[in-house]
């Protein structure tokens, strides 16, 4: 059987837990990427070189690394409703 957009999207809006999930999907989605672009600007005004705004954001994006690897084990322990 499958499932069309129009039936999906009904039930999503008689969802309030779906609801809640995309809403702070949302928005942490929005504030994460003001973060992240105002942060290359505020380093700049400090006195950043375009290799630290490099460097920072290879520690940004090596320190999510370990949440990959060890999501799957977290989420089976501990669940998927505490980790979301």
């Known amino acids: 059987e499958r499932a ?3 039936t999906g999207l009904k039930y999503l ?10 809403g702070l999907v949302f928005v942490c989605g929005i504030s994460s990427g003001i973060i992240e672009n105002f942060a290359y600007v505020r ?3 400090v006195g950043g070189t375009g290799r630290d705004m490099g460097l920072s954001r290879l520690v940004s994006s090596a320190a999510g690394v370990p949440m990959f690897y060890f999501s799957g084990a977290l989420a089976q322990r501990v669940g998927v409703d505490r980790v979301l």
């Open 4 to 6: 069309d957009l129009k």
């Open 13 to 22: 809006a008689r969802n309030s837990d779906a609801q809640i999930f995309f």
């Open 43 to 45: 380093m700049r005004e």
